[in-house]
């Protein structure tokens, strides 16, 4: 094995020069977010984002690796993770991360997906015993603000919006390796006060966590707010994947147990204190307890509605600040062997007041009362190339089932087939899983979905869903069907080219507007795009082309929309300053035909904005990085309508077919 070894290493000091070409495999995780983006709308990546960018730069030690660790990154199936702890245990330390060329089922593009975040390093002798005074000398610290400036005047601060157009936010974390994390969030939207009325202590929103890993038995300990998922989704679920695209990377949900909740998102995360606990080998026991406040709607001693936004810019919004308490409390009981494994997830939560809101007939047997509980065991079997997984889950009202089987033909012929069926009565304030609703509830589906790359340079994809809704839904006044299909092709001839194509199907059912929801009848969304990347030495080109079109043909309505982006990137050699521009052009019939273009955002942001008419839309992304402790970003960006005076309505109106926002950031890290 030695020699075998050493002949494949000599080998890989060869093709180096390939295997750093990352660029286009880059792309493609990037588009692959972009994809989730335009599913959710509302996705906050933030911590998850700032993970991996983290890795960029404290590489992963896969010589001391966890599989906790591992699977942080969504582009590794179960069985490479598997398969590169059992190398490591068999044949000792690493010496490159070019031979992850010897572990069994490591692909080459799996490879090149992981090496910017990961090296090779002896492992050490024996674990650095924790002191104050490595803490003062390993420990680091990091800074960041954020302010966006608007160069336009909605309607709002005419009278009811409190504070100045201004968005700021301040964040400070300190790390300590994977054993500390620490660190505090504040925020204030725009048109929210600042020192001032209700927000005389500052901001309008604080965030406080701590994160202890690796202490002995306690594998986690969080503390502050945090996040937790656990299982597949049916009963927690907040993290990172679980989404239809044209990727089987993001189909699958892995990450588990509790993480930090850093980033600006008001409504999302859990207050208190959660730990995971390791009693014996291959056994994680885990309990937590929330206690949080809401903003939402009392009346008469009942809640009406809660609200997500996290916006107290007017005097009503005010109102609805805290008016509500939620508490929750809750495990999980996991055995893990590798090929087997086994948890159990129970969680109780209730309000200080019932929940009773004035629920539309579509959301008939949407939760509702005071005290509420969901409890689920979910399972995951690997036997060779075959891997099951699924959660069974049952809730005050209802239950909810998820299986998927994945098979491995080798890495370049992968299959998976999911199962879900959602009751329509199925209660899980916390849940979040695979499904074409956003919530598992009142849904049953098929999803199947291949990835293939017979050819060297040539990758496809295709998936197709099957899914139905037993009861009503928003806009559909009768049980209903429908499918969802998609396909890819991605072409990368070269180290500098990459290009891919692809179509979207999809058909359900909806009511024709203006009958009241006497008549329902099929919509069919028609979507193609076609990619082109090019990278060399220091530039970067993106050109994106995109086509919409929407119908419901027994009402004679039909809408079409389409955009052209061209992205232009520059990274200066020997400089630590980089400048991209993108400009965009988009026309569309309405709302239904709406368009998407993502643009590069701000540090730990993704930015993924859509548009409906007609008009331009123009970005630069400046950025400079002194050094390793300073860095100044700067975004500009406009977007002129050629079809409208105005802009939205309400208190978000803007007098005028044009909106321009300047946004900044600075870090600093010491």
């Not at 990091?142 to 005047?153: K, S």
């Not at 990459?498 to 008549?519: F, I, P, Q």
Request: with cysteine.
């Amino acid at each position: 094995m030695i020699k075998v070894k050493i002949g494949i290493l000599i080998s890989a000091l060869c093709v180096t020069s390939m295997l750093k070409a990352q660029n286009a495999y880059g792309w493609l995780w990037e588009e692959n977010l972009e994809q989730l983006a335009t599913e959710t709308e509302t996705a906050d990546w933030e911590d998850e984002l700032e993970e991996l960018s983290y890795r960029l730069h404290e590489k992963l030690n896969l010589n001391t690796a966890t599989r906790e660790q591992l699977e942080m990154f969504p582009f590794l199936s179960d069985l490479q993770i598997e398969n590169l702890l059992a190398y490591i245990y068999i044949h000792g330390d690493m010496q490159t991360v070019y031979e992850l060329q010897l572990v069994e089922e490591m692909d080459k593009q799996t490879i090149e997906r992981l090496l910017p975040f990961v090296e090779a390093r002896p492992s050490p002798k024996r674990d650095q015993a924790f002191s104050w005074r490595r803490l003062w000398k390993y420990g680091k610290h990091e800074m960041l603000t954020r302010f966006d400036v608007p160069f336009y005047a909605r309607k709002g601060y005419e009278k009811d919006y409190l504070g100045p157009s201004l968005y700021h936010s301040l964040r400070y974390q300190f790390r300590y390796g994977e054993r500390i994390q620490a660190g505090v969030t504040g925020e204030k939207d725009a048109g929210e006060p600042f020192f001032a009325l209700h927000n005389r202590k500052g901001y309008d929103h604080y965030a406080y966590y701590l994160l202890l890993k690796g202490w002995g038995r306690v594998q986690t300990l969080a503390l502050g707010n945090y996040k937790a998922s656990f299982g597949q989704g049916l009963v927690l679920g907040n993290s990172f994947g679980l989404g239809k695209t044209f990727s089987l990377s993001t189909a699958s949900y892995r990450a588990e147990g509790f993480r930090k909740h850093s980033s600006s998102d008001e409504y999302n995360y859990f207050r208190g204190v959660g730990v995971t606990v390791q009693p014996a080998t291959r056994w994680q026991v885990s309990a937590f307890y929330s206690h949080r406040n809401l903003d939402g709607v009392v009346k008469d001693g009942e809640i009406t509605s809660i609200y997500k936004t996290g916006l107290h810019r007017t005097e009503s919004e005010v109102d609805k600040r805290h008016a509500l308490v939620m508490q929750v409390a809750g495990g999980n009981v996991s055995f893990d062997n590798n090929r087997l494994k086994v948890g159990a997830t129970g969680i109780y939560y209730f309000f200080n007041h019932p929940y009773e809101p004035l629920l539309r007939e579509y959301a008939r047997y949407n939760l509702r009362g005071n005290r509420f509980y969901n409890v689920s065991i979910d399972y995951k079997y690997r036997l060779g190339k075959f891997a099951w997984v699924g959660e069974a889950a049952k809730g005050k009202e209802g239950y909810a089932l998820l299986n998927q089987l994945r098979y491995q033909f080798s890495p370049d012929y992968k299959l998976m087939l999911i199962h879900r069926f959602y009751s329509y009565d199925y209660w899980a304030f916390f849940a979040h899983s695979f499904g074409e609703g956003s919530t598992p509830q009142n849904e049953n589906g098929w999803y199947v979905a291949t990835e293939v790359t017979p050819f060297a340079r040539w990758k496809f994809f295709g998936s197709v869903d099957f899914f139905s809704f037993p009861w009503w839904r928003y806009r559909i006044s009768k049980p209903s069907q429908g499918i969802d299909g998609m396909f890819q092709v991605t072409f990368m001839p070269n180290d500098y080219w990459s290009m891919y194509a692809n179509y979207r199907y999809k058909r359900k059912e909806r009511d024709v507007t203006g009958t009241g929801g006497e008549l329902t009848l099929p919509i069919h969304h028609h979507k193609v795009r076609y990619r082109l990347n090019y990278q060399q030495g220091s530039w970067t080109l993106r050109t994106t082309f995109d086509y919409n079109h929407f119908s419901q043909p027994a009402h004679s309505y039909a809408s079409q929309g389409w955009l052209i982006t061209q992205m232009c990137g520059v990274q200066w050699p020997n400089a630590p300053f980089s400048a991209t521009v993108q400009g965009t052009y988009f026309h569309t019939d309405d709302y239904d035909s709406r368009v998407y273009a993502y643009e590069k955002g701000l540090l730990y942001t993704f930015y993924t904005p859509s548009f409906n008419g007609r008009g331009f839309r123009f970005s630069a992304h400046l950025r400079y990085d002194f050094r390793d402790w300073l860095m100044l970003l700067a975004k500009f960006g406009q977007t002129i309508y050629q079809d409208r005076d105005e802009i939205s309505s309400g208190n978000d109106l803007i007098r005028g077919n044009k909106k321009t926002d300047l946004q900044l950031q600075v870090r600093l890290k010491f």
